[in-house]
């Protein structure tokens, strides 16, 4: 089956006292090809975890996930290289993805020559191309990456996955702590995207209002589990 397929899935930490609690609880969601799915949740929901279980950053206690019918729990270090052209992740907290030393255009560079086997000039076009899809000034290509502000920052990691036009996306509270500005940059960013490529996409978020704006449906996750579900109706409202 195409999309992403989670199938009773489960994880279990320890706590200080040594018992273990379940982080996820038997959780079944599928992710169709190019469908947007915003996850909400409260603070300690689990949302995270499943984002990290999804990029195979965690293996599961136990249960499936299946990317378009294949199996990734057992995949090794190797088998994710080659996939993360298909499932590219943006977290929060962009330090472990983006260099500090290196310009803008470098960044997204690095991804295409380590993903994809595009020849340099290729490399620019896309590059290029994708600047001017978002909207985003090409002179931004040359700023060194440290003096980018958080937002900015946000936004080239976002633009570092999209360079790969990967088939998943998996977005990690990628808005929050920006300001309402940024926040928006970024969702226009995903929106244009969106628009131009059939990528599907998880947008984990506790912000109902981008979780409205970005998304075909939205699922609910408490304690592990999801709670409810709603869908975009023809008038584009949600009802969950
Ligand atoms: N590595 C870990 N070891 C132990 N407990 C963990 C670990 N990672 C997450 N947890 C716990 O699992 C639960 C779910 O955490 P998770 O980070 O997935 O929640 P979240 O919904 O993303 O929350 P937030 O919105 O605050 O980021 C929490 O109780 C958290 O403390």
Redesign the pocket.
Known sequence: MDGILIQNLYKS?KNEKESSFA?LSDLNIHIKKSEYVALI?E???????LARLLIGLEKPTSGRILVDGEETINWSYKVWRKNRRKIQAVFQDTSGTLNPMLSVYRNIEEALVNLTNLSSKERKNRIYTLMELTSMDRRLLKVPTRQLSGGEQRRLSLLRALSIQPDYLILD?VISGLDLISADEVMTVLEKYHQEFNCACLFVT?DMNSAYRISDRILEIKNGKIIREGIKHIEGRIKI
């Open positions: 930490y982080a949740g603070s300690g929901s689990g949302k995270s975890t509270e506790h």
